[in-house]
Structure formats: C-alpha cells, structure tokens
C-alpha cells in the first residue's frame, strides 16, 4: 500500500479530499440535527446515519477502501430503517431513500481514488448494489400510487335511485337550491367519457392582477352561459359555440383579494315554487355553547311569506329574466339577461350600493366574493371582511333586497336583530360581528335559508367578542326566507380562535335514517368534521359529542373546554400528526421538518395559538380540511363526494407594542391596518422544509367518496400529481399522483362521474363514482382554481362541461381561459 501511496497522482488526492469533505459536511449536518433531536426525545436514526456518514467522508478523505462498505452499512440500514418507518408507499420512501441513493453513486466515483485491491472493488460493489436496490425499492413503489386509494368493491346505484333527465340546466351556484353540484344528466357517462374534446374555448381579456385569483363556477340557463371575472366584469357566452353575446364592466379598481364565484339568476317570465315561510322549531344550542341569540317567536302558518310568482318589471320586457352580480367593491348590479343592460328601477341605475348602513368602510376592508343566492324575489347578501386587521370592522350583516326594485327586504344583523332593515339614523348595523362570506342554500318548501357563518375578526384573538359573536360564530344558521329572523342555529366550534369559520355552501340532501329519509343538512367545514343536521330544526341526524380539547391560551385569552365531534360520520383528512409523518424532499430537510414538529405544540386540531418562542401547528390549517368549493351529492349511488387540504400551518401571537396587527407573508398586499388595538399580533406560516417542501408526507389533496347508508368512506383518491411540484418553487414533470393543495370543488352527474379541477397541475380530471379511478383527464392552458360545472343545451342537446382556467391558488401565473369539453 505504501509503494501506492507514493505513485499516485496528486488528482486523485484532491478529488479524494474534496469528495471525502463534502460526504463529511453532510455527514456533519446530520449528525449535528439527529442530536438535537434526539434531545427533543426523537428519532436516533440521523445522529447514527450522521456519524456513520462522517466517517465515510472521513475515510474517503483519506482514501481508505473501508469508506464504501461503511456506506454500504448506511444504506443497508437506511433501506431496512425507511420500509418500517414509512411502509412500502412512494412518498413516505423518497425523501428516506431516494437523496442516500444519490449519495451513494456519488461515492462511487470517489472510491477510485482509493488504492487499487479487492477491498476497494467490494466496497464499490456494496455500495453500487445498495444504491441501486433503495432506487429499485421506490421505483417498484411507484405503480401503486395510481390505484391509491380506489374502491375494492365499486359503489352500486340504489334501487330508488331517481332516473337519468335528458336536458338540465345550471341555474345556481351549486345546481340547485341546495347546492348538491349534481346533474341529472348521464350523456357523459363512465363508458364514454374518455372520449370527451374541447368544443370551444373562451376568453375573457381579464388581465392579470397580483390580488386576482378565478374562482368562478359558471351558470347556464337555455342557450346562454354567463361568465364572471375576478373583477366582476359579467360575460354572456352561446352555449354552444362560446361566442361572445354580450359583457358587463363594473370598471372597478383591483385591490389585493379579487373573487367572483358566480353570478345570480332570476327569472320574472315564470311562476315559481312559492315559499311557505312556516316557521321550524328552533333548536338549543350545542351543549356546552354559549347561549345563541333569542329566536323570533313561532308564529301559526299563514299565506306564502314570499310572493315568488311573476312580478312586474319596470321598462316592460327588458330585465324580464335577470343576472345578479355582486362586486369588489360593494355594490350590487341587476343585468337584462338578453342584453347586459342595467336594469332601469333597480336601485340607481341598475345599481344597489351594498355599502349603506355599513358605516365606517376603509378600501378593501368590506365586500363580496361569493355567489348571490337568490330566491323568490329576494337576492340575499352577505359580506367578506378582511382578516385580522382590526376589532371594530364593517358589520357581518346578511341582508335581502328585492330584486326588481333594489329595496331592502329585510336585514339580519346578528348583534342587534331589532334591526331588520336599515340601521336607525346616526346608527350602523353592528360592526365587528362574524360574517357570510361564503354562498347560503335554500329549502323553498320549508322558506328558510341556511347561512355558513364566519367568525369574528380578528381570527386568532377573540377575547374581547360579543355574546352574539359568541353565539353565532362558526355556526350555520336557519333564517325565515320572507323575514330573515333567525329560526335555528348550530355551532361547529365554540370560540374560534383557529379561524375554522364555515366555508362550504350548506348541502341539502335527503339523508337515509332509521325508516326512511330526512330532510337534512349537510355541513362541510375545515376541521374536516361533517355535521348532519335536520334542516327543518337543527337537530344533528348523526350523533355530536362535546369533547374536551387542550387548554392553555395567550395570556388575556381563553379557549372553550369542550368542541363538538361528528362521531357517526367519517372525518376528512386529520389524522394526528406525528414525527415518522414528517417529510420533506431529502434527509436534511425531513429532519429539519421533524425538529420544527418537536419544538411546536401540537396537541390535535385544537391546540391553542401558540407564541413566537413556541407556536403551535394547526392542522388542519385555516384552508382546510374543507373549504368553500364544498362538496357534491350522488344522487343515484348515495354518495357524498368531498374534496380536502391536507396543508398545517404555524400559528404564533406576540404581544403587540402598538395597536396595530402583525401581516404574515401572504397579507403582505393587503391594506394597512387602522389604530385599532388589537392586543396581540397573529402570524401563521404554511408547515415548510428550508427548501420549502411541505413538511408533511402526502397526500397534501384528496377526493373523497362516502357511502350516507353506510356512513363510511368507499374511496379516497389523491387529487393531482407532482408534475408541477418541486422543492424551490420548481416543477417536477413527474406525473405521479401526490394529492395537491386545491380549494375547488367537485361536480357529479347521473352518468356516474365526478369531474374536479382544482389542483397544481393543469387538469380537469373526470372520477369514478364508483370506485374513484381516473377515467379521463385534459390538459388546460393553465391550472383551474375554480369549481366546474355541466349542462346541456337546449338547441344541440348536447352534454357540456365547462371551467374556467386562471391560475392555481399559490401560482403567481394568472390567465383567463374559460373551456368547454364535449363529446364528439
């Protein structure tokens, strides 16, 4: 060996050097973070794997043949180690395998450095073999990841199952009245929707704004689809070859949260279903709840509270059918359907200013993003108001206006319901009370109408709350269509402290019980909790129990002792977190995913905002488990179909110096807030590796499907792949299924298929209703951040599905692409 050493050449040294440092830095690193955590009571696999790795760089440096064989051992354990933490699945293995195996092909162009001798030529074999078998081990991991999570026994259609309709319109933000997003239409079904081409693209010139994301669903009604933008510039497209009819601009000002969902739709030519407006029993709060506020007395049944037949139109037969547009900037549009035209006798010049009897109303502080849901002759209206900015913010009114006139139905201000239209003069509406962001449904035969409620601003500080905001936070609640007094409430979280407000459409289905069927609720939320109530009382259908949650809030603040658990039914997407669920794209990065998991608190979904020197993790974070794309019904097989985010985040309050509150990273745009005090500051992060790779394993988005008969879930699969994922913001182009981040919702039809968009890739996808396989998808000219929707034409009788493409949620790309798909 010495007569080696002296005829090798100095190459060979320093590449053995420089390989040996840099195995031994990363050698260093692990072994510096696997000590730290196994001080905070982790695992001991990376200080071990550190100092093994160290010695290898060491050994490498030196140019010993022994430094294979040691990494042979790394591997060998590393390989054993990953299949028992992370079990044979793609996702859990990559980040344990997939960077060592890399490492390893990088030591073997190092080991030849070393003295020739069969040593060096079994180290080299080692550590090739080792390598190659953790590659071999995720690649035969792989297939798998496509029938991730699909039905072993497919989801049979029932015998009273209601038939397949040759012609269906989309007249509602969600279909019909109780947003079930389902189509009775089977023209596009399982066997032949494979076959699905694009009949015709539209776009419609939005240009791209920072703030701006396009979340619109649609409507259709005969030969016409209508369109809204980001800033509420309403668009009429032919139905069948997306040509432009007509458009509407509003010309407002973006600012730093542009939404629209939808439009409404009102027919005046038509009689329709009259609304009893018969009072239903109001129900006790939850127990354990703060007292909600007193319900209007019962009165007896009397004549239809809501006169819903035709009404007379100003200006004879122009705004005889009529588009409802809400906007940015608080106001309210009444639009000819035909034309486009402002309808004359609707406010001022077609126009309603949503901002009266608001009060005080900085820019951007106040105004709407969801679908207005119109019923009868009423449109009703809730109110978006910014986020932990300040206490006293504009009231979270929710209010009826007619929609011929523009006057004010009715008014229910949650603070003070002796309110019931405008606020007396010199007065406002109570400010500072949780808001209806999100879309109402309605029960036309029972006349009522179901708010999700919000919670109060700002969203992670709540001590200084109202007995009403108390009462009604994170609630949905029954208001009397022909009055808006409330007739029933339901609390999903008492004292919300964690932002997990109502955001899903309430869906109204028949839901099977003990004998037959209910008319029931269905309450999606964040905490991933589904909550099944009779609609005409507020009962839970399915059993709700109190359970008690961690204590331990900021100084100044307090926590409920108990939350309600929906314990009949599935719940989506919250399984407790642990440290072998950490993740991240490489060793180094996993690791540092479980020493930030270690040093936060997490005690379960309610673990109470944390501090700067400690924050806890909230999961699911605030954008769910569910969110605002709600989910969609199966009429036919009775399934529930729901889609998840699957995203924590880290949530900390300081105390704050002045009255003013901290903006986290994703409010940075958002306007200034006023002084105001706010007794802490609130900051919450996305749960990230220093590459910025969720730090927990996927599935981070799934598509769920459960069985209402049997309540449980018949499949669960990952919504998107990881083609454009990848550490630092970059895409991967691998087309393997991952499960993405996507607030969208699902859409399902008679045919038996479920149609979603709503992910980090560029695809609309069609789903299985029976057993949750991918049986199409297309690729859109940007990613949908929007809910689909379907519809067949009256003139072709052809089946459409339609959705707008204008971004993905976390995607600064913007574009402004509506796309239509048929058969051909």
Known sequence: MAAAEKTAGWPARIWAAIGGGLVALVGVLLLAGGGWLIFLQGSPYYMLAGA??????????????????VYGVVLAVTLAWGLWEGGFEFWPLLPRLFAPAVLGLFILLVIPAAPKGRLRDYAGLAVAALSV??????????PATFSWGQAEVPAQITGAAPPAESASDWRYYGRDPGGSRYAPVDQINRENVGDLKVAWTFRTGEKPNRGSQDQNTPLQVGDTVYVCTPTNVVIAVDADTGKEKWRHDPKVKPGFWNRCRGVGYWDGSQPKVALSGTPAAATPAAKGAPPPAKAAPAKKPAAPAVQTTAAPTPGGPLCRRRIISSTINAQLFALDA?????????????????????????????????????IGNNVIIGGWVVDNQELAEPSGVVRAFNVVTGELSWAWDLGNPDIDKLPPEGQTYTRGTPNVWSTAAFDPDLGLIYLPVGNATPDYWGSHRSMASEAYSSSVVAVDAATGKMKWAFQTVHHDVWDYDVPAQPMLIDFPVKGGTAPALVQLTKRGQIFVLDRRTGEPLTRVVEVRVPGGAQPGEWVFPTQPYSVEMPTIGVERL?????????????LACRIKFLSVRYEGDFTPPGSPERPSLQYPGNAGGMNWGSGAYDARRGLLIVSDVRMPQTVSLAKSDKPEVALSRADKDRPPPSLK????????????????????????????????????????????????????????????????????????????????????????????????????????????????????????????????????????????????????
């Open 133 to 142: 078998a953790c590659v071999g081990v995720l690649g035969a991991a792989v």
């Open 677 to 824: 005090a706010i007794a802490y500051k609130a900051r919450n992060d996305w749960f990230l590796s220093p590459v910025f790779a969720p730090c927990v394993q996927p599935p981070h988005g799934m598509l769920t499907a459960i069985d209402v008969r049997t309540r449980q879930v018949v499949w669960q699969a990952p919504a998107g792949t990881a083609e454009s994922q990848a550490p630092f913001g970059l895409q991967s182009h691998l087309p393997i299924p991952i499960g993405t981040i996507g607030i969208g919702g699902p859409i399902t039809t008679a045919g038996g298929v479920t149609f979603r968009a709503a992910t980090t890739d560029p695809y609309l996808r069609a789903y299985d209703n029976a057993t949750g396989k991918v049986l199409w998808k297309a690729r859109l000219p940007i990613q949908s951040s929007a809910t689909p929707m379907t519809y067949v034409s009256p003139k072709t009788g052809k089946q459409y599905v339609v959705v707008a493409a204008g971004g993905a949620s976390m995607s600064p790309a913007k574009g402004d692409y509506v796309v239509a798909y048929a058969l051909p």
């Open 578 to 590: 642990t440290e072998e669920k950490m993740w991240g794209a490489t060793p180094l990065d996993q």
């Open 52 to 69: 093994a790795v160290l010695a290898t760089g060491v050994l490498l440096a030196r140019r010993h043949p022994a430094a294979g064989l």
């Open 338 to 374: 035909e034309t486009g035209q402002r309808c004359p006798g609707f406010g001022q010049n077609g126009m309603v200013n949503l901002s009266t009897g608001i009060g005080e109303m900085k820019p951007g502080f106040y105004f709407q993003t969801s679908t207005p849901t119109v």
